[in-house]
């Protein structure tokens, strides 16, 4: 079983910068990580993924504002959030998906909440 530990949720005003941290459990390597966001009555939607080798994808909304990075010596995963406006409130889920021995599995960390305000 692969835990999450999520970090760097918070309130900051509106053109303010946050920083979320994941850390995952084990040694594997995961060939994707990366991080969704959710409000409450809208389905769960990407936010940002990179991939092991390093290439990253990113939904339009949050394109040229956050940077999502990982060290996967460490098994960690960021999202640098900057110019962030209210539309960004919404917890956001760390987000890992593993390939062992032909089995893809996902994971998902417990959440940490963004509320951007004035």
């Known amino acids: 079983q692969v835990q999450l530990v999520e970090s760097g949720g918070g309130l900051v005003q509106p053109g303010g910068s946050l920083r979320l941290s994941c850390a995952a459990s084990?040694?594997?390597?995961?060939?994707?990580m990366g991080w969704y966001r959710q409000t409450p009555g809208k389905q769960r939607e990407l936010v940002a993924t990179v991939v092991s080798g390093g290439g990253t994808n990113y939904a339009d909304s949050v394109k040229g504002r956050f940077t999502v990075s990982r060290d996967n010596a460490k098994n960690t995963v960021d999202l640098q959030m900057n110019s962030l406006n209210p539309e960004d409130t919404a917890v956001y889920y760390c987000?890992?998906?593993?390939?062992?021995?032909?089995?893809?599995?996902?994971?998902w960390g417990q959440g940490t909440q963004v509320t951007v305000s004035s």
């Open positions: 987000y890992v998906v593993r390939v062992l021995k032909g089995t893809r599995d996902v994971y």
């Open positions: 084990g040694s594997i390597l995961f060939v994707v």
